[in-house]
């Protein structure tokens, strides 16, 4: 019986991972939260939101087409080092071995891209992993809300970001500090559509889906 919650819960939460989302100011800044461990740069925030037009998933999908994305995780770079990279980019930890294991295994297999292995994650947060993804998501909202596009301060704002309440008002402050004046030269942007298709085919998710969400396997 418990092997079977197992595999209804995966099933659940592979679902849940690939419904189709809309871009916004929010699933975007969590996007470069994952992908980048930084705040989002006002510059690009408001090209992939309004600009390209992209859903969420063709943004995830497009930001490994970028030349910030090659050199943070190079030809070469492991899977077991892309996987733990992106739970401490989200969570200051890494997973437990045998969430680590499955993510390996998928990823090895070509069962989902990289790309979808993040909204995955993105959407399995939950617990303490929520409250620190939500709070780094209101600092990076602040941080592109103010306009700043300075990559140095969009990283080093996101490095003292617990599930600590604390931390985002420590942020906060330091962000009024900030002077548009100082910003450096912007990421450069590939804008070219990817040609990347995912792997799994993203579903609608139902309220009764919704509901389940908290059944889901803790990774």
């Known amino acids: 019986m418990k092997k079977f919650k197992l595999i209804v819960s995966t099933m659940l939460f592979l679902t849940i991972a690939t419904v189709a989302q809309d ?3 929010k ?5 470069y939260i994952a992908t980048f461990n930084r705040a989002p740069d006002k510059a690009g925030l408001d090209y992939w939101v309004d600009v390209s037009k992209f859903s969420l998933e063709n943004i995830a999908m497009s930001f490994f087409d970028q030349p910030e994305t090659k050199e943070k ?3 070469g770079y492991s899977t077991v080092d892309f996987i733990n990279a992106i739970y401490s980019n989200l969570f200051k930890r890494t997973p437990d071995q045998k969430g ?3 993510w390996q295994k998928e990823l090895d297999s070509g069962s989902f891209s990289k790309s979808l292995f993040i909204l995955a994650v993105l959407n399995g947060a939950k617990d303490g992993d929520a409250d620190i993804l939500e709070n780094k998501t209101e600092v990076g909202l602040a941080f592109i809300n103010g306009g700043f596009s300075n990559v140095d301060n969009a990283k080093d704002i996101m490095k003292d970001i617990t599930s600590d309440k604390s931390t985002v008002t420590t942020a906060l402050n330091t962000i009024k500090t900030y002077s548009k004046t100082s910003d450096t030269e912007l990421p450069t942007i590939d804008t070219t559509p990817t040609t990347e298709k995912p792997t799994t085919t993203p579903t609608t998710q139902t309220k009764g889906e919704k509901e389940e969400k908290d059944d889901l396997p803790t990774f």
């Open 23 to 25: 871009a916004t100011q």
């Open 27 to 31: 699933s975007v800044t969590k996007l």
């Open 73 to 75: 995780y190079p030809t």
């Open 100 to 102: 680590g294991d499955y």
